[in-house]
């Protein structure tokens, strides 16, 4: 009878602490880790040799739209594209948007093998939306105790807080007041906020006051997603915006916040219009492009953003990556199009563009608009956390970002191995143990004894991400095993069929503090 279910052997153990790493074996018994020590004496169903490698927790990226795709098919259920990231849970929800129904979602996952473990948050469009509609006004009282009603209830189901999406409808038209009576709701069951910014651009700095206010007035903690300045007027005033967040912790609010490392974001074209012109459903859009007056209106906006925010400046650092309405433009700039529809492809013609492509519906671009040195300068920040942003891959469909194929190699790849931005051992406790605080986990996000066993092997010198923008559909290699509850779902770097994902939610302990169990 063997003593373990999996013994690794002469791993560079780097827990998640931040602490340097250190030759040490690890056994994994039930879906725990059953001990870590320098030698293990026992036999194993499993023995892997990591001589030359590094053990760490598995990364955990608190910001994923992975509710949306993860139960579609047998391919996305197995969310490859994280896994050969090292990634062993994903948080959905983000940037307000979400299943209003955390209960019905994960009875989904339970009751369909998932490749990794899934979490929620509560997203506060999807509320919204459900009360309210896509209406430009302020909620009034009894819409508030409707949505107060959602997001209780769906925090006593499991979810681990409330996301909004300040540029998104209908999101955009709420106040900070509305978003604080929430917060209290949240905070009743030791949540957290996390929130896409209201202005991420010439208006970052008073939203971020407002994220802060808003964890001020309902004593939760604050949570920013994917830090970044959009457009090169803001370029290298970083060093501002990590100020400001460090003079509200020293005040006392309990803020955070993520990055991906990638100089491009990805959304939706209509991110480029006005938030009154975007509410209703699409056929209202339709209605007002059609009236010449509000076309020339919602243009002149449109043109602003083309050269001061995601724009860029010019229209080919917009590249369309995903419209299931019209395919065939998928991996097309602005620049190009413009140009096929016989015009200079200058801002103003490439807005016109922008006009028709978002009357179509569900386009989603790719906007080069950042800067490196924004990147690297919030890289170096200890207390951030690094998310992908991204989505579960149907692999070979659309130009999805690469961030879905790369984001946890290119650290570890570009900024650490080459750039030498930060230590191995920072990367990982970003990826790690600092989303894991964030979330409230105790027993994942640390390589510890009575852990579970999420835990990945990789090569430090082959760790990279493949994916480019061009060619986006590529794994990222380095990742030689992968261990999700006690499971190897990833063998010598082969997936190896095995489903051992679980949907992670909180439980309110008899101390009255969260702390995350599988649900049973």
């Known amino acids: ?82 896994l050969f990231q090292g990634v062993t849970l994903l948080i959905g929800g983000n940037c307000g948007m979400s299943t209003v129904n955390v209960t019905d979602f994960s009875n989904q996952v339970n009751n369909s093998s998932i490749g990794l473990n899934v979490g929620m948050l509560i997203g506060h469009n999807r509320v919204r939306e459900a009360v309210m509609g896509r209406v430009d006004r302020h909620a009034n009282d009894c819409e508030l105790t409707e949505m107060k009603k959602i997001v209780s209830n769906e925090m006593k189901n499991g979810a681990f807080g409330m996301s909004t ?61 994917h830090h970044k300045l959009v457009g090169k007027h803001m370029w290298g005033k970083s060093t501002e915006t990590l100020g400001k967040i460090s003079e509200y912790k020293s ?111 569900d386009v989603r671009c790719i906007f080069h608009c950042l800067d490196e040195k924004d990147v690297e300068f919030v890289m170096k920040n200890k207390d951030g956390i690094v998310a992908s942003d991204g989505i579960v891959v149907e692999f070979g469909k659309q130009k999805p970002h690469p961030r879905s194929y790369g984001t946890f190699p290119r650290v570890l790849s570009k900024y650490v191995r080459k750039r030498k931005i930060i230590s191995i051992e920072n990367a990982i406790c970003k990826m790690t143990l600092n989303p894991a605080k964030r979330l409230g986990l105790t027993d994942r996000g640390v390589l510890k004894e009575k852990a579970w066993a999420d835990i990945v092997v990789l090569d430090p010198l082959e760790i990279e991400d493949i994916s480019t923008f061009e060619r986006p559909h590529q794994y990222a290699k380095g990742v030689d095993f992968l261990i999700i509850n006690g499971v190897l779902v990833i063998d010598d770097g082969k997936f190896t069929g095995e489903m051992a994902g679980k949907f992670i939610k909180n439980h309110r302990t008899k101390k009255n503090v969260y702390r995350c169990l599988e649900t049973d």
């Open 251 to 361: 005040q006392g609010i309990d803020i955070s916040f993520d990055q991906y490392p990638y100089n491009a974001t990805s959304t939706t074209i209509d991110a480029f219009f006005p938030d009154w012109a975007l509410e209703g459903g699409l056929q209202d859009i339709k209605n007002r492009l059609k009236e010449s007056k509000t076309r020339k209106q919602i243009l002149k906006v449109v043109i602003w953003n083309m050269e001061n925010a995601r724009g860029g400046g010019d229209p080919k650092n917009v590249v369309i990556c995903n419209s299931p309405n019209k395919p065939e433009i998928e991996g097309k700039s602005l620049a190009q199009l413009t140009k096929e529809n016989n015009l200079i492809p200058t801002c103003e013609n490439a807005s016109q563009i922008v006009l028709d492509l978002t009357a179509l519906g």
């Open 165 to 225: 999406g300040l540029i998104y409808i209908p999101g955009a038209y709420c106040d900070a007041n509305e978003i604080a009576e929430l917060c209290k709701i949240v905070q009743k069951y030791n949540g957290i906020y996390t929130t896409h910014l209201r202005n991420e651009a010439d208006g970052i700095m008073e939203s971020i006051e407002e994220a802060s206010e808003i964890g001020r007035q309902s004593k939760i903690p604050v949570h920013l997603s």
């Open 1 to 82: 009878m063997v003593d373990y279910d999996i013994i690794i052997r002469d791993a560079c153990l780097i827990d998640g602490t931040g602490t340097s790493g250190y030759t040490s074996d690890i056994a994994v018994k039930s879906g725990k880790i059953a001990k870590i020590a320098k030698t293990i004496s026992g036999s194993a169903q499993r023995e892997i040799e990591a001589s030359g490698r590094i053990a760490s927790p598995g990364f955990i990226d608190m910001h994923t739209h992975c509710d949306k795709d993860i139960l579609k098919n047998t391919n996305t259920r197995q969310a490859l594209n994280y």
